[in-house]
Protein backbone atom coordinates (compact mmCIF):
# COMPACT_ATOMS: atom_id res chain seq x y z
CA UNK A 1 0.00 0.00 0.00
CA UNK A 2 1.32 3.43 -0.56
CA UNK A 3 2.33 5.52 2.09
CA UNK A 4 1.21 9.20 2.30
CA UNK A 5 2.68 12.03 3.66
CA UNK A 6 -0.22 12.88 5.82
CA UNK A 7 0.69 12.05 9.45
CA UNK A 8 -2.04 9.85 11.43
CA UNK A 9 -0.02 9.29 14.79
CA UNK A 10 2.06 12.43 16.45
CA UNK A 11 3.82 11.39 19.52
CA UNK A 12 5.41 14.34 21.13
CA UNK A 13 7.64 14.34 23.62
CA UNK A 14 5.72 11.64 25.46
CA UNK A 15 6.84 10.34 29.06
CA UNK A 16 5.55 7.52 31.35
CA UNK A 17 6.30 7.37 34.45
CA UNK A 18 4.97 4.34 36.54
CA UNK A 19 5.07 5.45 40.95
CA UNK A 20 6.79 2.59 42.91
CA UNK A 21 4.44 2.82 46.06
CA UNK A 22 5.51 1.37 49.48
CA UNK A 23 3.70 1.50 53.15
CA UNK A 24 0.56 -0.83 54.15
CA UNK A 25 -0.79 2.19 56.18
CA UNK A 26 0.80 5.48 54.85
CA UNK A 27 0.89 5.03 50.93
CA UNK A 28 4.21 6.70 49.73
CA UNK A 29 5.84 6.98 46.53
CA UNK A 30 9.17 5.83 46.68
CA UNK A 31 10.39 6.23 42.90
CA UNK A 32 9.23 5.99 39.78
CA UNK A 33 9.77 3.18 36.85
CA UNK A 34 9.96 5.31 33.87
CA UNK A 35 8.48 3.18 31.24
CA UNK A 36 8.61 5.37 28.73
CA UNK A 37 11.00 8.43 29.02
CA UNK A 38 10.79 11.02 26.38
CA UNK A 39 9.42 9.13 22.55
CA UNK A 40 8.54 11.16 19.56
CA UNK A 41 7.81 9.57 16.23
CA UNK A 42 5.66 9.89 13.58
CA UNK A 43 3.06 7.21 11.67
CA UNK A 44 2.17 8.02 8.41
CA UNK A 45 -1.06 7.50 6.80
CA UNK A 46 -0.79 4.07 5.15
CA UNK A 47 2.34 3.10 6.60
CA UNK A 48 3.77 0.42 9.33
CA UNK A 49 5.58 1.33 11.58
CA UNK A 50 7.73 -1.71 13.72
CA UNK A 51 8.48 -0.72 16.93
CA UNK A 52 11.58 -3.42 18.45
CA UNK A 53 13.89 -3.54 21.40
CA UNK A 54 14.19 -5.69 24.44
CA UNK A 55 11.45 -7.10 27.13
CA UNK A 56 10.74 -4.35 29.38
CA UNK A 57 12.15 -1.06 27.32
CA UNK A 58 8.60 -0.06 27.08
CA UNK A 59 7.10 -0.87 23.70
CA UNK A 60 3.77 -1.87 25.05
CA UNK A 61 3.20 1.01 27.30
CA UNK A 62 3.98 3.26 24.31
CA UNK A 63 1.39 1.49 22.61
CA UNK A 64 -1.10 1.79 25.59
CA UNK A 65 -0.29 5.33 25.68
CA UNK A 66 -1.15 5.65 22.22
CA UNK A 67 -4.66 4.50 23.17
CA UNK A 68 -4.64 6.90 25.61
CA UNK A 69 -5.06 3.54 27.77
CA UNK A 70 -2.10 4.83 29.95
CA UNK A 71 -2.38 8.49 29.79
CA UNK A 72 0.89 9.91 29.26
CA UNK A 73 2.77 11.39 32.07
CA UNK A 74 4.56 14.20 29.64
CA UNK A 75 4.01 15.13 25.98
CA UNK A 76 1.03 14.01 23.93
CA UNK A 77 -0.11 11.79 21.50
CA UNK A 78 -1.96 13.47 18.60
CA UNK A 79 -4.13 11.09 16.03
CA UNK A 80 -5.96 12.71 13.00
CA UNK A 81 -4.78 15.90 14.24
CA UNK A 82 -6.70 15.60 17.45
CA UNK A 83 -5.19 14.81 20.98
CA UNK A 84 -6.61 12.46 22.42
CA UNK A 85 -6.42 13.24 26.03
CA UNK A 86 -8.61 16.05 25.32
CA UNK A 87 -11.63 13.82 24.19
CA UNK A 88 -13.76 12.61 26.59
CA UNK A 89 -17.12 10.49 26.87
CA UNK A 90 -18.61 9.89 23.00
CA UNK A 91 -15.74 11.71 21.51
CA UNK A 92 -13.49 9.56 23.12
CA UNK A 93 -15.33 6.26 22.34
CA UNK A 94 -15.78 7.28 19.19
CA UNK A 95 -12.02 8.05 18.91
CA UNK A 96 -11.01 4.77 19.93
CA UNK A 97 -13.37 2.90 17.18
CA UNK A 98 -10.42 4.16 14.80
CA UNK A 99 -7.69 2.31 16.76
CA UNK A 100 -7.76 -1.08 17.35
CA UNK A 101 -5.13 -3.29 19.21
CA UNK A 102 -4.45 -6.84 18.41
CA UNK A 103 -2.64 -8.85 21.12
CA UNK A 104 0.63 -11.48 21.81
CA UNK A 105 -1.78 -13.98 23.39
CA UNK A 106 -5.61 -14.28 21.78
CA UNK A 107 -6.29 -16.70 24.10
CA UNK A 108 -6.23 -14.06 26.91
CA UNK A 109 -8.22 -11.38 24.86
CA UNK A 110 -10.68 -13.86 23.75
CA UNK A 111 -13.50 -14.92 26.47
CA UNK A 112 -13.68 -18.56 25.91
CA UNK A 113 -17.25 -18.49 26.86
CA UNK A 114 -18.59 -16.43 23.62
CA UNK A 115 -19.06 -17.75 20.06
CA UNK A 116 -16.69 -16.38 17.64
CA UNK A 117 -19.80 -14.79 16.17
CA UNK A 118 -20.67 -12.77 19.42
CA UNK A 119 -17.01 -12.31 20.07
CA UNK A 120 -17.03 -10.47 16.77
CA UNK A 121 -20.16 -8.85 17.20
CA UNK A 122 -19.52 -7.56 20.62
CA UNK A 123 -17.33 -4.36 19.02
CA UNK A 124 -19.57 -3.74 16.54
CA UNK A 125 -22.41 -3.27 19.08
CA UNK A 126 -20.80 -1.39 21.01
CA UNK A 127 -19.95 1.25 18.02
CA UNK A 128 -23.40 1.21 16.31
CA UNK A 129 -22.27 -1.07 13.62
CA UNK A 130 -24.78 -4.12 14.16
CA UNK A 131 -28.21 -2.34 14.14
CA UNK A 132 -29.61 -3.88 11.20
CA UNK A 133 -29.08 -7.45 11.92
CA UNK A 134 -28.69 -8.99 7.84
CA UNK A 135 -26.17 -6.29 7.07
CA UNK A 136 -24.26 -7.46 9.80
CA UNK A 137 -24.72 -11.47 8.86
CA UNK A 138 -23.00 -9.97 5.70
CA UNK A 139 -20.28 -8.23 7.54
CA UNK A 140 -19.49 -11.32 9.80
CA UNK A 141 -18.97 -13.51 7.03
CA UNK A 142 -17.03 -10.92 5.33
CA UNK A 143 -14.56 -10.85 7.75
CA UNK A 144 -14.16 -14.08 8.17
CA UNK A 145 -13.07 -14.46 4.33
CA UNK A 146 -10.83 -11.72 4.81
CA UNK A 147 -9.39 -13.37 7.75
CA UNK A 148 -9.16 -16.74 6.00
CA UNK A 149 -11.64 -18.71 8.31
CA UNK A 150 -14.62 -20.45 7.39
CA UNK A 151 -18.20 -19.58 8.00
CA UNK A 152 -18.60 -22.31 10.43
CA UNK A 153 -16.17 -20.67 12.26
CA UNK A 154 -19.08 -18.52 13.92
CA UNK A 155 -20.12 -21.23 16.02
CA UNK A 156 -17.25 -22.43 17.74
CA UNK A 157 -15.71 -21.14 20.82
CA UNK A 158 -12.07 -19.65 20.53
CA UNK A 159 -10.84 -23.28 22.23
CA UNK A 160 -11.86 -24.93 19.25
CA UNK A 161 -8.90 -23.11 17.17
CA UNK A 162 -5.24 -23.56 16.76
CA UNK A 163 -3.43 -20.60 17.80
CA UNK A 164 -2.53 -18.96 14.17
CA UNK A 165 -6.38 -19.99 13.60
CA UNK A 166 -7.01 -18.00 17.09
CA UNK A 167 -4.72 -14.58 16.08
CA UNK A 168 -6.84 -14.68 12.53
CA UNK A 169 -10.02 -14.21 14.82
CA UNK A 170 -8.44 -11.55 17.13
CA UNK A 171 -7.08 -9.52 13.91
CA UNK A 172 -10.97 -9.99 12.59
CA UNK A 173 -12.10 -8.60 16.14
CA UNK A 174 -9.93 -5.50 15.59
CA UNK A 175 -11.07 -5.36 11.53
CA UNK A 176 -15.14 -5.49 12.95
CA UNK A 177 -14.78 -1.44 13.98
CA UNK A 178 -13.60 -0.90 10.33
CA UNK A 179 -10.39 0.88 12.33
CA UNK A 180 -7.87 3.21 10.60
CA UNK A 181 -4.91 2.16 13.13
CA UNK A 182 -4.03 -1.32 14.20
CA UNK A 183 -1.56 -1.72 17.17
CA UNK A 184 -0.22 -5.10 17.01
CA UNK A 185 1.57 -6.04 19.71
CA UNK A 186 3.71 -8.80 19.79
CA UNK A 187 1.20 -10.47 16.82
CA UNK A 188 3.30 -13.71 16.63
CA UNK A 189 5.54 -14.32 19.64
CA UNK A 190 2.76 -16.82 20.73
CA UNK A 191 3.07 -18.66 17.46
CA UNK A 192 4.90 -21.03 16.03
CA UNK A 193 7.75 -20.04 13.00
CA UNK A 194 5.29 -21.77 10.17
CA UNK A 195 2.69 -20.14 11.14
CA UNK A 196 4.21 -16.75 12.14
CA UNK A 197 5.11 -15.84 8.05
CA UNK A 198 0.94 -16.39 7.24
CA UNK A 199 0.20 -14.25 10.17
CA UNK A 200 2.04 -11.33 8.55
CA UNK A 201 1.08 -12.02 5.53
CA UNK A 202 -2.21 -11.58 6.27
CA UNK A 203 -1.81 -8.72 7.97
CA UNK A 204 0.10 -7.34 4.85
CA UNK A 205 -2.83 -8.25 2.70
CA UNK A 206 -4.90 -6.67 5.00
CA UNK A 207 -3.59 -3.37 5.04
CA UNK A 208 -3.92 -3.03 1.18
CA UNK A 209 -7.80 -3.89 1.19
CA UNK A 210 -8.44 -1.64 4.34
CA UNK A 211 -6.60 1.10 3.54
CA UNK A 212 -5.07 0.01 7.28
CA UNK A 213 -1.81 1.83 9.41
CA UNK A 214 -0.31 -0.73 11.84
CA UNK A 215 2.19 -0.01 14.41
CA UNK A 216 3.67 -3.39 15.10
CA UNK A 217 5.54 -4.19 18.14
CA UNK A 218 7.88 -6.78 18.42
CA UNK A 219 10.92 -7.85 20.68
CA UNK A 220 12.53 -10.09 17.37
CA UNK A 221 13.86 -7.79 14.76
CA UNK A 222 13.31 -10.73 11.93
CA UNK A 223 9.21 -10.29 12.57
CA UNK A 224 8.96 -6.63 12.01
CA UNK A 225 11.98 -6.77 8.71
CA UNK A 226 9.86 -7.63 6.27
CA UNK A 227 6.33 -5.87 7.09
CA UNK A 228 7.49 -2.46 8.33
CA UNK A 229 8.18 0.90 6.07
CA UNK A 230 9.99 2.22 8.77
CA UNK A 231 11.56 0.85 11.99
CA UNK A 232 12.04 2.37 15.55
CA UNK A 233 14.49 0.42 17.86
CA UNK A 234 13.68 1.22 21.23
CA UNK A 235 16.23 0.95 24.64
CA UNK A 236 15.25 1.84 28.39
CA UNK A 237 12.06 3.93 27.62
CA UNK A 238 13.41 6.00 25.10
CA UNK A 239 14.34 5.77 20.58
CA UNK A 240 17.70 4.46 19.98
CA UNK A 241 17.56 4.82 16.07
CA UNK A 242 14.57 4.91 13.11
CA UNK A 243 14.84 5.01 9.84
CA UNK A 244 13.62 2.86 6.63
CA UNK A 245 13.64 -0.55 7.40
CA UNK A 246 15.79 -1.30 4.58
CA UNK A 247 18.22 0.86 5.44
CA UNK A 248 18.14 0.10 9.35
CA UNK A 249 18.82 -3.22 8.29
CA UNK A 250 22.05 -2.77 5.67
CA UNK A 251 23.72 0.20 7.82
CA UNK A 252 22.76 0.07 11.57
CA UNK A 253 24.69 2.93 12.98
CA UNK A 254 23.55 3.04 16.56
CA UNK A 255 25.68 0.55 18.99
CA UNK A 256 22.59 -1.32 20.28
CA UNK A 257 21.21 -1.38 17.24
CA UNK A 258 24.61 -3.33 15.60
CA UNK A 259 24.33 -5.82 18.28
CA UNK A 260 20.87 -6.44 17.64
CA UNK A 261 21.88 -6.89 14.22
CA UNK A 262 24.46 -9.21 14.50
CA UNK A 263 22.99 -11.16 16.47
CA UNK A 264 20.44 -12.16 13.68
CA UNK A 265 21.94 -14.98 11.86
CA UNK A 266 22.65 -14.79 7.82
CA UNK A 267 21.83 -17.43 5.89
CA UNK A 268 25.15 -17.55 3.33
CA UNK A 269 27.30 -19.64 5.70
CA UNK A 270 30.55 -17.69 4.19
CA UNK A 271 29.51 -14.25 5.65
CA UNK A 272 28.12 -15.70 8.58
CA UNK A 273 31.52 -17.04 8.93
CA UNK A 274 33.18 -13.87 8.67
CA UNK A 275 30.77 -11.51 9.97
CA UNK A 276 31.65 -9.35 13.23
CA UNK A 277 29.62 -10.48 16.49
CA UNK A 278 29.03 -7.68 19.05
CA UNK A 279 28.25 -8.90 22.18
CA UNK A 280 26.40 -7.64 24.88
CA UNK A 281 27.81 -8.35 28.12
CA UNK A 282 25.44 -6.80 31.60
CA UNK A 283 22.48 -6.79 32.26
CA UNK A 284 19.57 -4.28 30.74
CA UNK A 285 19.57 -1.75 33.46
CA UNK A 286 16.48 -0.82 35.30
CA UNK A 287 14.08 1.25 34.41
CA UNK A 288 13.31 2.39 37.97
CA UNK A 289 16.91 3.36 37.77
CA UNK A 290 18.43 3.89 34.48
CA UNK A 291 21.45 4.89 33.52
CA UNK A 292 22.72 9.36 33.62
CA UNK A 293 23.61 10.13 30.46
CA UNK A 294 23.13 8.41 27.64
CA UNK A 295 21.24 4.97 28.98
CA UNK A 296 23.09 2.67 26.70
CA UNK A 297 26.56 3.36 28.23
CA UNK A 298 26.68 0.48 30.77
CA UNK A 299 26.15 -1.84 27.59
CA UNK A 300 28.26 0.12 25.30
CA UNK A 301 31.37 -1.08 23.17
CA UNK A 302 32.32 2.60 21.82
CA UNK A 303 31.92 4.18 24.98
CA UNK A 304 33.36 7.07 25.51
CA UNK A 305 34.59 8.80 29.09
CA UNK A 306 33.50 12.17 27.84
CA UNK A 307 30.08 13.21 27.07
CA UNK A 308 28.84 8.86 27.29
CA UNK A 309 28.23 8.88 31.08
CA UNK A 310 27.07 12.65 31.53
CA UNK A 311 24.99 13.74 28.55
CA UNK A 312 21.97 11.99 27.50
CA UNK A 313 22.24 12.32 23.34
CA UNK A 314 19.33 13.28 21.31
CA UNK A 315 17.57 11.41 18.68
CA UNK A 316 19.35 13.60 15.91
CA UNK A 317 20.05 13.48 11.82
CA UNK A 318 23.74 12.64 11.30
CA UNK A 319 26.21 13.45 8.97
CA UNK A 320 27.26 10.57 7.08
CA UNK A 321 27.35 11.03 3.17
CA UNK A 322 24.82 8.69 1.60
CA UNK A 323 22.76 8.80 4.90
CA UNK A 324 19.17 10.29 4.27
CA UNK A 325 18.23 12.61 7.12
CA UNK A 326 15.08 10.47 8.30
CA UNK A 327 17.84 7.95 9.67
CA UNK A 328 18.12 9.28 13.19
CA UNK A 329 20.16 8.16 15.72
CA UNK A 330 20.27 8.88 19.15
CA UNK A 331 24.42 8.79 19.58
CA UNK A 332 26.87 11.69 19.93
CA UNK A 333 29.36 9.04 18.11
CA UNK A 334 27.53 7.80 15.35
CA UNK A 335 29.79 9.54 12.89
CA UNK A 336 33.09 8.48 14.01
CA UNK A 337 31.91 4.82 14.94
CA UNK A 338 30.82 4.66 11.50
CA UNK A 339 33.85 6.01 9.58
CA UNK A 340 36.35 3.62 11.97
CA UNK A 341 38.05 6.16 13.78
CA UNK A 342 36.74 5.09 17.33
CA UNK A 343 37.19 1.18 17.95
CA UNK A 344 34.69 -1.00 19.82
CA UNK A 345 36.54 -2.07 22.97
CA UNK A 346 35.69 -4.82 25.48
CA UNK A 347 32.85 -3.90 28.03
CA UNK A 348 33.54 -5.53 31.15
CA UNK A 349 29.91 -6.68 32.93
CA UNK A 350 28.75 -4.23 35.49
CA UNK A 351 26.71 -4.74 38.48
CA UNK A 352 23.88 -2.47 37.55
CA UNK A 353 23.03 -0.37 40.03
CA UNK A 354 19.89 -1.69 41.48
CA UNK A 355 17.14 1.13 43.22
CA UNK A 356 17.39 2.44 46.38
CA UNK A 357 13.93 0.76 46.94
CA UNK A 358 14.72 -2.95 47.24
CA UNK A 359 13.52 -5.87 45.96
CA UNK A 360 9.69 -4.91 44.69
CA UNK A 361 11.21 -2.74 42.17
CA UNK A 362 13.67 -5.16 40.49
CA UNK A 363 12.76 -4.59 36.83
CA UNK A 364 16.13 -7.13 35.58
CA UNK A 365 15.59 -7.53 31.72
CA UNK A 366 17.71 -10.83 30.13
CA UNK A 367 21.77 -10.95 30.24
CA UNK A 368 22.09 -9.89 26.97
CA UNK A 369 20.80 -8.72 23.52
CA UNK A 370 21.03 -12.20 22.19
CA UNK A 371 19.25 -14.10 25.14
CA UNK A 372 16.24 -11.62 24.37
CA UNK A 373 16.19 -12.58 20.88
N1 LIG B 1 1.15 -0.59 35.25
C1 LIG B 1 2.45 -0.62 35.53
N2 LIG B 1 2.92 -0.27 36.75
C2 LIG B 1 4.24 -0.27 37.03
N3 LIG B 1 5.19 -0.61 36.15
C3 LIG B 1 4.80 -0.98 34.92
C4 LIG B 1 3.42 -1.00 34.54
N4 LIG B 1 3.34 -1.42 33.24
C5 LIG B 1 4.61 -1.64 32.82
N5 LIG B 1 5.49 -1.37 33.83
C6 LIG B 1 6.95 -1.45 33.77
O1 LIG B 1 7.37 -0.59 32.72
C7 LIG B 1 8.47 -1.15 32.01
C8 LIG B 1 8.11 -1.23 30.54
O2 LIG B 1 7.11 -2.21 30.38
P1 LIG B 1 6.47 -2.63 28.98
O3 LIG B 1 5.46 -3.67 29.24
O4 LIG B 1 6.04 -1.41 28.28
O5 LIG B 1 7.74 -3.24 28.23
P2 LIG B 1 7.80 -4.05 26.85
O6 LIG B 1 8.90 -3.43 26.06
O7 LIG B 1 6.46 -4.13 26.24
O8 LIG B 1 8.28 -5.48 27.34
P3 LIG B 1 7.87 -6.95 26.78
O9 LIG B 1 8.72 -7.17 25.55
O10 LIG B 1 8.28 -7.85 27.89
O11 LIG B 1 6.41 -6.95 26.51
C9 LIG B 1 8.74 -2.50 32.65
O12 LIG B 1 9.77 -2.33 33.58
C10 LIG B 1 7.45 -2.83 33.34
O13 LIG B 1 7.68 -3.64 34.47
S1 LIG C 1 26.49 7.94 23.10
FE1 LIG C 1 28.29 6.84 23.80
S2 LIG C 1 27.54 5.19 25.13
FE2 LIG C 1 25.81 5.98 23.94
S3 LIG C 1 25.69 4.65 22.20
FE3 LIG C 1 26.94 6.37 21.56
S4 LIG C 1 29.05 5.76 22.00
FE4 LIG C 1 27.71 4.34 23.09
MG1 LIG D 1 5.16 -5.70 25.77
Sequence with gaps: MTVSDEVLVDVKGVKVHFPIRKGVIFDKTVGHVYAVDGVDLQIHKGETYGLVGESGCGKSTLGRAILNLEPPTAGSVDFDGVDIASLKGEELRHKRQDIQMVFQDPMGSLDPRQTVESLLLEGMKAHGLAKDSKAAGTRLRELLKAVGLPVAALKKYPHEFSGGQR????????LSVNPKLIVAD???SALDVSVQAQVINLLEELQDEFGLTYLVVAHDLAVVRHISDRIGVMYLGALAEESDAEE????PLHPYTRALMSAVPV???LIEDRRERILLTGDLPSP????????????CPWRQETKCDTERPELRVVEIDGVPANHRVACHFAEQIEAGELKAHEVKAQLTSQSDHGSETDFMGPASVTEAL
Excluded: M, S, W
Design 167 to 174: QRIGIARA
Design 186 to 188: EPV
Design 248 to 251: LYTR
Design 267 to 269: PDP
Design 288 to 299: ANPPKGCRFHTR
